[in-house]
């Protein structure tokens, strides 16, 4: 069965977009996924075609209608009721590799864009939708949000990337970034790529990439190194992991 993105935005236009060129591009024509558009306008009734309306209680901007968004949402899912609904919005879940993942492995996804203020919070009360974010910062719409949630899943589809094996060792795989990466010149501006990765030992050459990740998530980023001490904490073998983290 092919994965199919049906994207509820207000500019379809903005779709594939980056999406139609190099592997995503490629795999689309290969037919690895496949793309739909909805445009909440279509779903109006009023003579305006009004997807928005001003702030119930005051206040800067226009916020998307819960009734005219939910009807599109209800004729998207009707199409694929077994994918996940999303929503974009920065009040949402930081998505995860994990869930990027999960939502590759699946039959699809419906992803909804918002604009202006954001949704009338009532949508999500009444509908099963999966709110997200794609970080810490505000977009002017979710449609870049989709593409990247896109990106991200397409290269995960079997055949997208080159080897198969490319995708296991990367960030967030494993809960911690990668290690860093080096090719030729052997010596650029007087910096030299490190004697380990060029003696040909294997297992030297993953000790030190292993050992290069761990330093690099703790300096970088605590956040998932906490984490990744707090999940082995709770594992059976939880102590085992804290003493292998201390060496
Ligand atoms: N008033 C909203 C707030 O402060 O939470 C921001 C609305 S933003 C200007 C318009 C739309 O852009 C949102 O409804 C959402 O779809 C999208 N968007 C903005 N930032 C995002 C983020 N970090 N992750 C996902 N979507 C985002």
Redesign the pocket.
């Known amino acids: 069965m092919t994965f199919t993105a049906q994207i509820l935005t207000l500019y379809p236009e903005m779709f594939p977009g980056p999406l139609g060129t190099s592997l995503a591009g490629r795999a689309r024509e290969e037919g690895k996924w496949a793309l739909n558009t909805v445009n909440p306008r279509d779903f109006t009734t009023d003579k305006h075609r009004s997807v928005d309306d001003t702030p119930a209680g005051g206040g800067a901007?226009m916020v998307l209608r819960a009734d005219v968004m939910a009807t599109a949402v209800d004729f998207a899912s009707g199409k694929q009721p077994n994918a996940p609904i999303l929503?974009?919005?920065?009040?949402?879940k930081p998505l995860t590799q994990a869930r990027i993942r999960d939502i590759s492995s699946g039959p699809g996804v419906t992803i909804i864009?918002?604009?202006?203020?954001?949704?009338d919070e009532r949508l999500f009360e009444g509908r099963n939708i999966e709110q997200?974010?794609?970080?810490?910062?505000?977009?002017?719409?979710?449609e870049m949000?989709a593409l990247v949630l896109l990106d991200a899943c397409i290269r995960l589809f079997p055949g997208v990337m080159g080897a198969t094996a490319s995708g296991d060792d990367e960030s967030f795989e494993h809960g911690i970034l990668e290690y860093p990466q080096y090719t030729r010149p052997q010596i650029w501006e007087g910096r030299i790529i490190p004697e380990v990765l060029r003696s040909g030992d294997h297992a030297k050459i993953a000790a030190w990439r292993k050992q290069r990740a761990e330093e690099d998530t703790r300096l970088r980023r605590p956040d998932l190194w906490e984490r990744r001490r707090d999940a082995s904490d709770q594992s059976p073998s939880g102590a085992q992991g804290k003493d292998k983290d201390k060496e």
């Open positions: 901007g929503a974009m919005t920065p009040r949402g864009c918002g604009r202006f203020e954001g949704f997200v974010s794609i970080g810490d910062y505000v977009l002017s719409g979710g949000g």
